[in-house]
């Protein structure tokens, strides 16, 4: 196989998380910046 193919068949990606609330101005900013994000 395709050592290319193989790496990406491989990759894993591996996310943690905290059990911490974010801000509210923080959410509006993401939200606000959602809005301008691509439309399909």
Known sequence: MNDVLKT???RRGVRSFSDSQIKDNELQAVMEAA????KR
């Open 35 to 38: 809005q301008y994000a691509p």
């Open 8 to 10: 990406i068949e491989s």
